[in-house]
């Protein structure tokens, strides 16, 4: 598996660029985080964050984007 040293530009594997970052653990829901959400920016992980959890996603395909370590 590939790893990025900083979030891509672009999916690897279908080539759009919505790349969400991935926001682990339990974050109270705001009107920001909200806005984020819907638009894309952010998607939520889970609750819990392990080393090789993967930082970034594809809105598009839903690929996940790991980076590097």
Request: hydrophobic share 35%; charged share 25%; net charge positive.
């Amino acid at each position: 598996m590939k790893r990025y040293r900083k979030k891509p530009r672009k999916c690897p594997e279908c080539g759009l660029s919505q790349i969400a970052t991935i926001l682990y653990g339990n974050p109270a829901l705001t009107k920001d985080l909200e806005d984020q959400l819907a638009s894309g920016l952010i998607v939520l992980g889970g609750c819990t964050f392990e080393r090789d959890a993967p930082s970034w996603q594809c809105v598009a395909c839903g690929m996940n984007i790991y980076k590097a370590i």
